[in-house]
């Protein structure tokens, strides 16, 4: 009886050790940070950090914000102090960079999905400067409760950057 009990203490522990290691192994998406889009069009918000006038490092991935809406924007595998924490010892600064495009942007023009679509390179709309860019710090963003308002927000226009390769 002993025995038994004992074997099924240890299935158990088992199982609830694999339910741990199943539930850490999940992507996580902070949806923390938000963007209220108080325009009539859709935009699409892009963070990065740039320093010495080159885009150092994506924060995430662009998204399309639909107009007159409030949409949070995901940030793969991180939180946002993680991010900041990650310019601070990265770039000595503390500002992340949100960009806004007026158009619909896509890394590379290879994906086939986006071939057949007016779609924009980011790199060619960021060596223009096509774009609209405002800097945030960490405690700026936490009074405003992680909110960002296009385009009340004072965005200005962009500068023609020389982004990584």
Not at 96 to 107: A, E, M, Q, S, W
Not at 133 to 148: A, G, V
Request: charged residues 20%; glycine residues 4%.
């Amino acid at each position: 009886m002993i025995i038994k009990n004992n074997i099924i203490l240890v299935i158990k522990i088992s199982i609830f050790v694999l339910f741990l290691q199943v539930l850490n192994s999940c992507d996580f998406i902070d949806t923390q940070l938000k963007l209220q889009n108080n325009t009539k069009r859709n935009i699409f918000v892009y963070g990065v950090f740039i320093k010495n006038n080159n885009k150092v490092s994506p924060i995430f991935s662009p998204q399309k914000i639909s107009a007159d809406t409030t949409q949070a924007i995901k940030i793969l595998n991180s939180h946002l102090e993680g991010i900041f924490d990650y310019g601070v010892n990265y770039l000595n600064d503390s500002t992340l960079d949100i960009v806004i495009f007026n158009k619909p942007v896509v890394y590379y023009t290879s994906d086939s999905h986006f071939a057949n679509k007016d779609w924009y390179l980011i790199n060619e709309l960021l060596q223009t400067g096509n774009y609209k860019i405002r800097s945030y710090t960490y405690d700026e963003l936490k009074r405003k409760n992680w909110l960002i308002v296009y385009s009340d927000d004072g965005f200005k226009q962009g500068w023609p950057l020389n982004p990584e390769k």
